[in-house]
């Protein structure tokens, strides 16, 4: 995909506002409290089972609708649970489109758990508003996994995609079908943020009998903020940060007009940490 397709699809002002959706996501899980922008109204919190061989039920994120625009936010990881299903990575078969390949057992068991009821609240609202689905982390991983089934199973047959940090979903058969039906879809990562780099592309025999092979989906926009430290380069909050330098206007006057709503991004600063001595062991 060359870099004229990108501009052509990345929209500075979509970016920054999906990823303060993705925080606020991950706040409805935490706290139990959502903040959306003026114009939006929550429409349904998607919930999922988490988790490999006793799973339980977790907010998973939501979906709002505004005069011209329905967002689905799914949030990153935030549990024991959530934990578990990311190290599930054996491979299945994609269930909702035929001969699209394999993808990651444990998103993808989280996203058939919420699939049914959530397509059921989706094609309640208007066919002609823009879908726009985004995710951060594991979020991203089921942004992408319900992107491909919605454009090929509801009348939605072009959504607007837009992930962070999202590690691999799929094998090359599954990315290649995803790549050739969701054509509007960004891959936001950061260059220095570790989990884009899991699952590896391959595992190979003997690790099963056939190998694991995964692949990103396309367009990929890097970004590129080092923070010495795996969890602030990879945090949502930094993700915004550096978003909103593409587009200060829009980002300043989002949050001025919606307090509560974008994330602190006080934490986005190296982390100068050093080795403690403990003279009392």
């Known amino acids: 995909m060359n870099s004229s397709d990108i501009k052509h699809i990345f929209h500075s002002e979509d970016a920054i506002l999906l990823a303060a959706m993705c925080h606020q996501s991950n706040l409805l899980f935490e706290e139990r409290e959502l903040?959306?922008?003026?114009g939006f109204k929550l429409r349904y919190i998607i919930c999922a089972l988490a988790g490999v061989e006793e799973p339980e039920a977790e907010v998973f994120g939501f979906m709002a609708e505004s005069q011209d625009n329905i967002i689905m936010a799914f949030r990153g990881t935030d549990s024991f649970?959530?934990?578990?299903?990311?190290?599930?990575?054996y491979q299945v078969p994609y269930p909702f489109v035929r001969n699209a390949g394999k993808t990651h057992r444990g998103f993808t068991c989280i996203y058939q758990s919420a699939r049914d009821q959530l397509i059921r609240e989706l094609i309640k609202l208007p066919k002609t508003k823009r879908l726009l689905i985004t995710g951060y982390s594991l979020g991203a991983a089921l942004a992408v996994l319900a992107a491909l089934d919605i454009a090929v199973n509801t009348g939605f047959q072009h959504p607007i995609v837009y992930t962070y940090g999202s590690p691999r979903?799929?094998?090359p058969d599954f990315a290649c079908r995803f790549n050739q039906t969701v054509k509007n879809s960004i891959r936001i990562f950061n260059v220095h943020?570790?989990?884009?780099?899991?699952p590896a592309q391959a595992y190979p025999p003997p690790f099963t009998e056939e190998g694991l092979y995964y692949r990103h989906v396309n367009m990929k926009v890097p970004l590129s903020f080092q923070l010495n430290s795996i969890a602030r380069d990879h945090y949502i909050s930094c993700y915004f940060k550096n978003l909103s330098k593409k587009n200060p206007g829009f980002?300043?006057?989002?949050?001025?007009e919606n307090p509560g709503f974008c994330p602190d991004t006080g934490i986005c600063v190296p982390f100068e940490g050093i080795c403690c001595e403990n003279n009392s062991i």
């Open 251 to 256: 980002a300043r006057t989002l949050c001025e």
């Open 169 to 171: 979903v799929g094998d």
């Open 193 to 198: 943020d570790v989990i884009p780099t899991i």
């Open 35 to 38: 903040i959306l922008p003026k």
């Open 81 to 89: 649970k959530d934990n578990e299903s990311d190290q599930d990575l």
